[in-house]
């Protein structure tokens, strides 16, 4: 059984910044692709980023592009979140979880979903 665990959240100014962090706890992550999701208040969990295993293909959803950068640590054990220039609309609990490829995971995680990390961001 794998626990992955969101930490890194916060409230920031619109225009902020925040870096959260995915750690696993009962097995490595680091042969398996991570991805980021988020749930703003009152709507459905939606995609926001995906890293390979390898660290050398990403995917993003196109309201993240240019301000998010996904990443894995040197030992692959972790993963991270860099979001930058944060808007209001970014608002939401985020969190991580294993998939099967970059190109799948916004459809299909492995895992439960853990607490997950609440990101507020005021204008």
């Known amino acids: 059984q794998v626990q992955l665990v969101e930490s890194g959240g916060g409230l920031v100014q619109a225009g902020g910044s925040l870096r959260l962090s995915c750690a696993a706890s009962?097995?490595?992550?680091?042969?398996?692709?991570i991805g980021w999701f988020r749930q703003p208040p009152g709507k459905e969990r939606e995609f926001v980023a995906a890293i390979n295993w390898s660290g050398t293909s990403t995917n993003y959803a196109d309201s993240v592009k240019g301000r998010f950068t996904i990443s894995r640590g040197d030992d692959k054990t972790a993963a991270y979140l860099q979001m930058n220039s944060l808007k209001p609309e970014d608002t939401a609990v985020y969190y991580c979880?294993?998939?099967?490829?970059?190109?799948?995971?916004?459809?299909?995680?492995?895992?439960?979903w853990g607490q997950g990390t609440q990101v507020t961001v005021f204008s």
């Open positions: 979880n294993r998939g099967p490829s970059i190109g799948t995971i916004p459809n299909r995680v492995f895992d439960a």
């Open positions: 009962g097995r490595t992550i680091n042969t398996i692709t």
